[in-house]
């Protein structure tokens, strides 16, 4: 459905504010228009989720403890409410259809074109400049971010940082079990990670074969459950 900006902007939030599972899909639009301050408040203002497209990398850093990148799949299928702003609903968001998507969710679609918005009927379209959007959107739950802060952060988050090779550091003590898979990440674990105790080690092997260390990994929380 095409709307007034203004009448848009509000049955955005109220679309938002009734969502169980809301997701900000953060697209290039957003990168263009230079939007990033902007966005930013309105995650860290709501709490929701967001999912960078990949030209809309960075606009979120990747850092913020609310990316979901990681859990792409599961993002999308258990959505109910998606915030797509500055981003098409194509090939890389599966077009917005099941079975990617849950066959129920609704889609707020914030884009400069009003032929893209006119192709998404009957989802909620808002046509203008992203920036300006999002601003208008931070301004519209201003008034009620509190409240929304007390839903949406009902259990306190730990802070999260990217999972490279050397992120089990900055956690103390290595885990019971070290599960290395692959060349590089076998080299930097024998460097770094401090083992004194035997058989607490699992390595991909000779050929530094992929893929095995999840079934590793699944062995040693049994092998080891605390």
């Known amino acids: 459905m095409h709307n007034s900006l203004d009448e848009g902007i509000t049955k955005a939030a109220d679309r938002l504010w009734c969502a169980e599972q809301p997701l900000v899909v953060?697209?290039?639009?957003?990168?263009?228009?230079?939007?990033e301050e902007a966005i930013r408040k309105l995650v860290d203002t709501t709490g929701f989720p967001?999912?960078?497209?990949?030209m809309g990398k960075g606009v979120m850093p990747d850092s913020h403890p609310l990316p979901t990148t990681a859990a792409r799949s599961l993002t999308l299928a258990q959505c109910d409410v998606a915030l797509v702003i500055g981003a098409r609903l194509n090939w890389l968001l599966h077009f917005g259809e099941p079975p990617k998507w849950s066959?129920?969710?609704?889609?707020?679609?914030?884009?400069?074109?009003?032929?893209?918005?006119?192709?998404?009927?009957?989802?909620?379209?808002?046509?203008?400049?992203?920036?300006?959007?999002?601003?208008?959107?931070n301004r519209e739950i201003k008034d009620i971010?509190?409240?929304?802060?007390?839903?949406?952060?009902?259990?306190?988050?730990?802070?999260?940082?990217?999972?490279?090779?050397?992120?089990?550091?900055?956690?103390?003590?290595?885990?019971?079990?070290?599960?290395?898979?692959?060349?590089?990440?076998?080299d930097v674990g024998r460097a770094v990670l401090v083992q004194n105790a035997p058989r607490t080690r699992l390595d991909a092997g000779t050929w530094g074969t992929m893929g095995i260390g999840l079934g590793?990994?699944?062995?040693?929380?049994?092998?080891e459950p605390e």
Not at 149 to 166: A, F, I, L, W, Y
Request: with cysteine; glycine share 8%; charged share 25%.
């Open 216 to 223: 590793y990994c699944i062995a040693a929380a049994v092998a």
């Open 145 to 186: 971010h509190s409240t929304w802060q007390g839903r949406t952060h009902g259990s306190k988050r730990s802070p999260r940082r990217p999972m490279t090779m050397d992120a089990i550091l900055a956690e103390g003590s290595p885990a019971p079990v070290v599960v290395s898979e692959g060349a590089n990440t076998m």
């Open 50 to 54: 967001f999912l960078p497209t990949p």
């Open 26 to 35: 953060v697209g290039k639009g957003e990168a263009y228009a230079r939007a």
């Open 103 to 137: 066959k129920d969710v609704k889609f707020i679609i914030v884009d400069i074109s009003e032929e893209e918005i006119e192709l998404r009927k009957p989802h909620l379209g808002i046509v203008g400049d992203t920036k300006r959007v999002t601003e208008m959107i």
